[in-house]
């Protein structure tokens, strides 16, 4: 019998062939098989897999495959994300319709997609810029709208007076348009948002979810829930009509109301409402040109920490009453502050907030202390840093004396409640979502706008709003909605009158929020999906991507699923039961990849050389998947050969097999080493550790072709026939094409993937002998055999029978012995 020679590009080709023919992995809604949704973050479309990508979805498939090999009904789908500003940049630079180029390269990513060798189940594929998805995408933000979820206010955004349109934070560079390269305004504007605030207390909750710490403390971090006391500082300032004063309260949230009579200055952001009406005659020159200054800086810029950055303000000439203390407090404004963070106003706390401390540096603003600590003396003159909150409470009339605790902070709020000058609160560093885009290529917002009857939704039997193919891109960047005619001119839904259309598009983020949810149920043009299929399908068991989504798309995601829910549209608490976070692969010189630095890895051209089998193994085998690691082409050579060492002991074995079955003396390792191999792979795929799964089939056919050499007869063994067709299925999930045509090629007829995952007998994983070994006074001086399971005497009375051990003790008693039963380790200390 001649042996076949491995070829990775035929083979690969042929099965992916044959897969897709069988839809081998579409998954069926009535399957009796417990379901598990196993999901991976879907790609933008830029045209090009890169080998993130590869690392990504890898795992992913790995997992999926293992877990439908374990009897589960894995649905494992896939599609595109595909909505977004770099179709529209390169619309206008290569002069493409962004549809055409979106379109495009997703057909070559289909491409690229299967060369992976992946179980995507492409039944359900999703494509959020195509109508049959963006029609759902409006029909869920009517419904958002309907429960006062999704409103229009202004709201504060980066415009460049020279495009004339609205950039996102990413489009200005150094406080200028990327574009043109004019200086950027912030201006206040009609936008849309939607209502996640309302959520904030349940997104803090994570029952039932299994997580990573770090991208829960991350969200915890975003909501920023904060118990404390809104007080509200007192000023009188002229009526808007011009008649007399009207006094006003200005509310500030504060965690510390216990610091109240440390105030020493009152801060309020540039945008607040109230500060030209409290601006000085004398002070309104310097207060316009510090306003004009900010227009042009960034949120991003102005919520910097950055030391550098030196602090800077404008103080407006009056005073706001401290209605604790009764002082009057001089009001400033200062970039520092923000309208959309809190109430847009801050008490000024010097000795106590580094922040104040550093504001109040900059301008000569006096420092009170109201802490001190009994073995410190603060001098608001002399500190160098403002002073945490320690010792007792000073300065501050009747509440002297009181130590530093929640008690006092109760005490102070029960009096700020008293005297009627504000109340305990809890305040949330969340703010409600801006979803507003003003650009052409996404879902278009349905609404219209009628004099008579202001913003109105389009009725859901008008949907979808459909976006327009052919557009025209103004060299400004302007929303090319403006410009067509057919899309902009419309009729009142109520009326009938003439109205325009919102030209604004929704934040992809809407698109991604909820395509988890459509894959369930994708052809139904009649509902975004049945109660049925989410019933049978939802929640997602295992989501994998990566952790800088955890602020955006993942909490997104969490609040359309709890809304929903909310509206009756879904039964489930939370979208994504398991979270897991992949690693990163970096170039060869350990760096981040990128162009600029030449260190780019190629999928394609990797894949020409080895095969998709080789890349899928060496990419899952660099290290631990939650870490990745640098690529190196020497390693992926090391697994190309463990390939062929695989398709070489196949190969033989089928061959030595016509010769008939005999016993051999070696079959029983053989069996030993099954049942240890089937336990270790079991184990690690279970947690992911491909790595290291990898690691002990390397060592699993090492050990196999070991007792070949010692016995040749064993591979006609069916003991040892038995551990190669385990091989091959513990193989499977990492290297699928590979171990399909070795299956097929040994007889079998249903496809690898389709079998059962093989059990294991632990009696069988345990070794008759292992090597203890001795330290003695931390140096290794002994391996003895013996068998496993020593208690801690026997062990001791075996190590120190051992002549080397007696002599690196030299004669002298032990005065320790350590016995670490689980490492087969023992320690002598002499």
């Not at 971090?221 to 904060?226: C, F, M, T």
Request: charged share 25%; glycine share 6%.
């Amino acid at each position: 019998m001649a042996r076949s020679k491995y070829s990775p590009t035929e083979i690969e080709k042929k099965w992916q062939t044959q897969w897709a023919a069988n839809d081998l992995y579409a998954a069926r809604d009535d399957d009796p098989r417990p379901k598990y949704y196993n999901l991976v973050m879907f790609p933008y479309p830029s045209g090009e897999l890169h080998i993130g990508h590869w690392y990504n979805y890898t795992g992913a498939d790995i997992f999926g495959r293992f877990m439908r090999m374990r009897g589960f009904n894995v649905m494992q789908p896939i599609g595109f994300d595909a909505f977004g500003l770099p179709a529209e940049n390169a619309a206008i630079k290569n002069n493409i319709q962004p549809r055409t180029w979106t379109l495009d390269n997703i057909a070559r990513m289909r491409t690229q997609l299967r060369t992976l060798g992946a179980g995507w189940d492409w039944t359900r594929e999703v494509v959020t810029c195509l109508p049959d998805y963006y029609t759902w995408t409006q029909w869920l933000f009517l419904q958002f709208y309907k429960h006062g979820l999704a409103y229009r206010t202004k709201a504060p955004a980066n415009w460049c007076p020279t495009c004339n349109t609205t950039l996102a934070n990413e489009q200005v560079i150094n406080g200028t348009c990327e574009r043109c390269h004019s200086v950027v305004e912030r201006r206040e504007i009609d936008q849309w948002l939607m209502r996640i605030t309302k959520y904030a207390d349940e997104l803090l909750r994570y029952d039932g979810m299994d997580w990573p710490e770090k991208t829960r403390l991350m969200q915890t971090n975003w909501i920023g829930r904060s118990e404390g006391a809104e007080v509200r500082f007192t000023v009188d300032v002229p009526k808007t009509n011009g008649d007399g004063n009207e006094h006003v309260e200005i509310p500030v949230f504060t965690t510390r109301p216990d610091t109240i009579y440390g105030v020493t200055f009152f801060l309020l952001a540039p945008e607040h409402p109230l500060v030209e009406r409290l601006t000085a005659p004398e002070q309104r020159e310097a207060v316009a040109a510090y306003l004009e200054r900010v227009s042009h800086e960034t949120e991003i810029e102005r919520l910097t920490t950055d030391e550098a950055r030196p602090k800077t303000g404008v103080p407006l000439g009056t005073s706001v009453t401290n209605p604790v203390s009764g002082e009057q407090i001089p009001v400033w404004i200062a970039d520092y502050v923000l309208m959309g963070f809190g109430t847009g106003a801050v008490m000024g706390v010097p000795a106590h907030d580094q922040r104040d401390f550093e504001f109040a540096r900059a301008f000569g603003i006096p420092i009170r202390v109201v802490y001190q600590d009994e073995n410190d003396s603060l001098d608001g003159a002399t500190m160098t840093e403002a002073a945490t909150h320690v010792g007792h409470v000073v300065n501050s009339g009747r509440f002297d004396g009181l130590p530093d605790s929640p008690e006092t902070i109760r005490q102070f709020i029960e009096h700020i409640e008293q005297i009627g000058a504000g109340e305990a609160t809890v305040n949330y560093r969340l703010r409600d979502w801006l979803i507003s885009r003003q650009r052409y290529w996404g879902a278009p917002i349905p609404v219209v706008y009628c004099e008579e009857h202001g913003a109105v939704p389009v009725p859901e039997d008008q949907l979808p709003v459909v976006l327009p193919d052919e557009v025209e891109f103004k060299p400004t960047g302007e929303s090319p909605l403006r410009y067509v005619p057919e899309f902009l001119n419309t009729t009142c839904p109520r009326c009938g009158k003439p109205a325009t259309r919102e030209t604004d598009t929704m934040d992809t983020f809407i698109c991604s929020s909820w395509y988890f949810l459509r894959y369930a149920d994708p052809d139904d043009a009649q509902q975004p999906w049945s109660a049925e299929t989410i019933a049978k399908w939802l929640p997602v068991d295992m989501y994998i991507g990566g952790p800088e989504h955890a602020t955006m798309h993942l909490l997104y995601a969490r609040f359309f699923v709890k809304a929903l829910r909310d509206m009756g549209l879904l039964n489930i608490d939370e979208p994504f039961t398991r979270l897991y976070h992949q690693g990163m692969v970096l170039g060869p010189d350990g760096q981040k990849m990128s162009k600029s630095r030449g260190n780019v890895i190629a999928p394609d051209d990797v894949v020409g050389r080895y095969g998709a089998d080789a890349v899928r193994c060496y990419l899952m085998f660099m290290g631990p998947f939650d870490q990745g690691g640098p690529w190196n082409n020497q390693s992926i050579e090391g697994v190309a050969r463990f390939l062929n060492r695989v398709w070489a002991l196949l190969t033989e074995t089928m061959e030595a097999q016509t010769d008939g079955v005999v016993q051999s003396t070696h079959g029983a390792a053989a069996e030993r080493l099954r049942h240890k191999a089937i336990a270790r792979v079991t184990a690690d795929f279970r947690e992911l550790r491909f790595n290291t799964a990898l690691a002990g089939l390397m060592e699993y056919v090492n050990n196999l072709n070991h007792l070949r050499e010692e016995e040749p007869s064993v591979a006609r063994d069916e003991r040892f026939v038995a551990a190669v067709d385990e091989l091959l299925v513990l193989l499977a999930p990492m290297a699928p094409h590979l171990t399909e045509e070795l299956w097929h090629q040994r007889g079998r007829v249903e496809s690898i993937h389709t079998q059962s995952w093989p059990e294991f007998d632990p009696a069988l994983t345990v070794d008759d002998i292992v090597t203890l070994v001795v330290q003695v006074n931390g140096k290794v001086r002994e391996k003895l055999e013996v068998a496993p399971g020593l208690s801690d005497e026997q062990a001791r009375e075996l190590v120190l029978a051992s002549p080397k051990v007696q002599s690196a003790l030299d004669g002298r008693p032990p005065k320790k012995f350590i016995y670490v039963r689980e490492r087969n380790l023992a320690n002598v200390v002499g």
